[in-house]
DNA sequence: CGGATAATTTGGATCGATCCAAATTGCAAG
DNA sequence: CTTGCAATTTGGATCGATCCAAATTATCCG
């Protein structure tokens, strides 16, 4: 009031009742009067009354303070943009706020915003964890009681709650995919060996090779940086060796169109002379020349189901770790050749 | 303590001293011995202290919450994820958090997430407002004096900060660079016109117009949503007029990539037969083929110095409105014509 | 060594809400 | 008119920090 702020006592006085009524309103309780409730309401709205949330958690528990933290390893890829909407779209109507802050792969950083979203009282988490996170580097949450959701990447060790993609799956219908279309030698195209995510796609990979009755080949798996660049590289080796394959999956979109790159440098045409297929669905994909062929994995809904995940387990009180595998689904475009009909386009 | 939670009041204890000196550290407030202030820190850590910030915030003024609010229009458009990166930046650095909000172009999600905002306390708001927005949807914030900067879209009207790029200097230049290559007939692509983007795009366009000695020719201005698909029935109207225009300015990266789509449903081959520039350079204008002539804008720097700018008015305690204007500049690629030296392939 | 001065430390009071046990009111039945 | 019971309302106490004026301790210097 002398403050210029306007409080739960100064809406009492002025409709005549007292703070505690004021504050049973403030949480629509159904104890109070139909009739104090309308004029107390209208009380606050004359008074530009604001609430405030910081002296409402002081009594409550954090779970309740109505904001999650999102902490993910790269905003710049639309990737990781589309899961934060994703997650947004779910917390604003579960009428939370969320604190968003992006670590470009620090691990430091990541445990700065983290203990700073603790200090501000968030109710749970979801991160995608900056690349070589540790077990150890959530056991201060988790041990509070605090909880937390891995999505994308996992965190070995870790007890808290995750929700991937279906990698090997993935990898493993990519496989099959252009086997069936008669490529016998098919490469294995970028990302790091020591992720988790690489072993998985890996071993679907694998398994696909098995499947459809070829023989595994080490000597096609052409591991490095998941980035355009590196992927252009890795094609030059693949094609460089004796026994050249005739198609490849690519860890992901970014090493596939790199893998355009190396083809073009090479006077080769991707979709044409080798087959490809990548894995994500970035919208790029739609729009590259040839479309790529690619596994969608739907980051949005992802983000969406992370969200969910999350507030059920703030709202049951308790973290029970759980994990949740999410589907991925082969979007065929040209660039394993054929298909020559429709301009690619993108799934929602 | 008995609710499992560490307060300053455990700390005091465990140190043998009290609660103000505890509080002092916390403050790194010079006036502690130095020893005291070692002990202290050391039985924090010991016992797991967690800062409540929500208790501190009740004593101290909101713009000690060390909390910005970020409003985006549409975080799946690169340009504004890159711009939240950008603020993220800036207020990691601060030691500032930020709550990220999403509004997809709704003014009433817009509305309801900056009233949240408020509750949580936040100290100031960055805000590329959604479409329609008005004087009013800020005079709350405004009126309680707490800093506002508005970014990319202006809010006529409102005494709010405000942080755009250079539209009209980048459409002169776009026009600018068209003329010097020979064009004559420029055509306008794209844009709502009620908007203030449009407008300041439009006089820069027409100012670019006259300064090449060319009549400004109201039939070459093709509005249209700002989109890929409005894009390509822009030049589709264009090219079905008498006299035809030989190159064009875009309002925005997609309706350049629109109006690639367009010419070759006429089988016109964009660059070579139609001179294109866009604007915004999002990163597929780099990559698409022909690789896209735009204005660069740079919202990741954008993003800093709108949060720079932010955190300038939140420090000195009063916000005043300042309206800044960045820098733009052309980046010419392949998409009017010529420059064949680097490895772009097209089709024949 | 005494007194002034500087350096530290400290106990309420306080911020703005919630919680809880207790008080008040309303109303129908006896 | 009471009494009993449900429906409402209410006054502290409280959450975990900061602020402030005042108390305590250390240090200096003639």
Redesign the pocket.
């Known amino acids: 009031m002398a ?1 210029g ?1 306007v ?3 100064d809406i009492a006085k002025a409709a005549g ?5 004021v ?2 309103v ?2 629509g309780s159904p ?3 139909e009739g ?1 409730r309308t004029k107390v309401n209208a009380v606050m709205r004359d008074l530009g009354y604001v ?2 949330r910081g ?2 958690n ?3 528990s954090s779970a309740k303070s109505k904001i999650i933290g999102v902490v993910v390893n790269d905003l710049t890829n639309s990737f990781f943009a589309e899961l934060a909407v994703g997650i947004d779209l779910v917390v604003q109507d579960a009428g939370f706020v969320q604190f968003l802050a992006n670590t470009s792969e620090s691990l430091d950083r990541q445990t700065e915003v983290i203990a700073s979203m603790r200090e501000h009282g968030i109710s749970g988490l979801v991160v995608s964890p900056a690349r070589g996170s540790r077990a150890i580097d959530f056991k201060a949450l988790v041990s509070a009681g605090m909880p937390v959701v891995a999505v994308v990447r996992p965190v070995p060790g870790a007890k808290v709650s995750s929700l991937m993609s279906d990698n090997h799956t993935g990898m493993f219908t990519a496989v099959e995919h252009l086997a069936k279309l008669g490529h016998a030698r098919i490469a294995f195209f970028g990302g790091f060996e020591d992720t988790a995510i690489f072993q998985e796609r890996l071993a679907g990979y694998r398994d696909g090779i098995a499947a459809a009755g070829l023989g595994y080949d080490e000597g096609l798996v052409f591991a490095c940086a998941p980035s355009r660049a590196e992927g252009a590289k890795a094609v030059a080796r693949a094609m460089a060796a004796a026994d050249r394959p005739t198609g490849g999956v690519c860890f992901n979109d970014a090493v596939a169109f790199g893998v355009y790159d190396g083809l073009r440098a090479r006077r080769l045409e991707p979709g044409v002379d080798f087959a490809i297929v990548g894995f994500d669905d970035v919208i790029e994909a739609g729009t590259s020349v040839p479309a790529l062929t690619t596994i969608a994995v739907d980051p949005q809904g992802i983000g969406r189901r992370a969200a969910q995940l999350l507030l059920k387990q703030i709202n049951a009180g308790k973290a029970e770790a759980e994990a949740v595998v999410t589907p991925v689904r082969l979007v065929v475009r040209e660039s394993c050749g054929v298909n020559r009909m429709k301009p690619g386009r993108r799934s929602a």
Do not use: F, G, P
Request: glycine content about 0%.
């Open positions: 403050n702020r409080t739960v006592i009742v007292s703070k505690s009524t504050s049973l403030l949480q104890l109070v009067n104090t609430y405030n002296a409402a002081l009594r409550q």
